[in-house]
């Protein structure tokens, strides 16, 4: 239960859209409409399904969140319009966000299996490790969030939980990417 609340508060945190760009209307970004999205965000991946899915089309605003009763990973997915400045407010916002952690924050740049650009962030909050992408796709910002309860608190990340989140993220990214051009 603590763990979906710590999600849920990282996400609600991470996608207020106060300070969104308004350049236009927020349901169509680059010629794409919100709901064009909607097929990349997948019913299951990496052996969790989709719990929920909410599209908020007058904000600019797909949210979703994946999990299986087996797995002790909980995934969210943020798709919402870039901030002002573009990406680089996006990541500042989760990066600001995560450094609340339990131990220091890492940082890393790596890149989808498709090669799209992300920089991924990871700490840990009691027994939980997070790790959050945040790519730029078609103009709108995107985060992924992976939280895996690793069942002990930590000094320092476990390089395998982190680099599968990023692989996880990395196919969620492709995913939702390529849903807009069918």
């Known amino acids: ?40 965000f997948p019913e299951e991946i990496d052996g969790l399904t989709r719990a929920s899915i909410q599209s908020k089309p007058q904000e600019g605003r797909i949210a979703a ?10 995934v969210q997915v943020l798709l919402y319009r870039l901030y002002e400045g573009g990406i680089a407010g996006n990541v500042e916002r989760a990066a600001a966000y995560m450094a609340d952690g339990d131990i220091p924050m890492t940082r890393a740049t790596v890149r989808s299996p498709a090669g799209t650009g992300m920089e ?8 939980v490790t997070y790790a959050l992408c945040v790519a730029e796709v078609r103009g ?23 680099g599968g989140a990023h692989a996880l993220a990395g196919e969620i990214v492709d995913s939702i990417a390529a849903a807009p051009e069918g």
Do not use: I, W
């Not at 349901?27 to 919100?34: A, C, D, I, K, Y």
């Not at 969140?65 to 909980?74: F, G, L, Q």
């Open 1 to 40: 239960m603590t763990r979906v609340l710590l999600a849920a508060a990282m996400a609600a945190a991470l996608g207020t859209p106060a300070a969104a760009q308004t350049d236009g209307p927020p349901n169509v970004v680059q010629g794409h409409p919100t709901n064009a999205f909607l097929p990349g």
């Open 65 to 74: 969140t994946y999990h299986h009763p087996d797995d002790s990973r909980n």
């Open 120 to 127: 991924c962030m990871g700490t840990q909050v009691k027994d």
């Open 140 to 162: 709108r910002a995107l985060n992924v969030q992976v939280g895996e309860v690793t069942g002990q608190e930590v000094t320092e990340l476990d390089p395998a939980v982190v």
